[in-house]
């Protein structure tokens, strides 16, 4: 449904192997087409046609599974290599990827999913309202100053899907970010923070 693939059991696998073979075969074709472009164009090559793909409505279907994010970030490890025409696997993909500024697509997924959520909070009351709820006890020792009760199902599906993961990534923040209402600030503080773990 509009480029998600669900399944009755609210499985992510189908969609994932769907759009990590689609991503695979756009960078392909770029690999093909830019042989001999600089890195510059390379990578906006990748930022535009590729990442996207792997991106899109991720915050819905973010997996948990570690295979699924191996599988995602696969993708960008052989963008970034060809980006930099680094194919000697004696070169760490990380140490490529730090140097083209390239987030990992699970952090990315992280921030997209805070950023969500903390849309919700502060700028859709009708939905906070009817999503999220105070905590029945804070401690101001344990908790962040915006804390939000937690929600918990009886399947692992439902306990890592969107709003109960994000909740917890939520209650796990300092309440120097949480605080800030403006979406662009929270952005690039939340940046900053989940980048130094």
Known sequence: YLGVRLTPDLSWNNHIEAITADSSRTLGLIRRNLRSAPPLVRKLAYDTYVRPKLEYAATIWNPHQIYLINNLEAVQNR???????????????????????????????????????????????????????????????????CTIKRISGSTNAFNRSFLPQAISDWNNLPSSIVTIVDPINFLSCIKLHLSSY
């Open 79 to 145: 963008a970034a290599r060809f980006i930099l025409s680094t194919y000697d696997h004696s070169f760490s993909v990380s140490a490529l990827k730090s140097q083209l500024t390239m987030s990992s697509l699970q952090l990315r997924r992280k921030v997209s999913q805070l950023c969500l959520l903390h849309k919700i909070y502060y700028h859709i009351p009708v939905l906070k309202n009817e999503l999220l709820s105070p905590p029945d006890r804070t401690s101001s020792r344990l908790n962040n100053t």
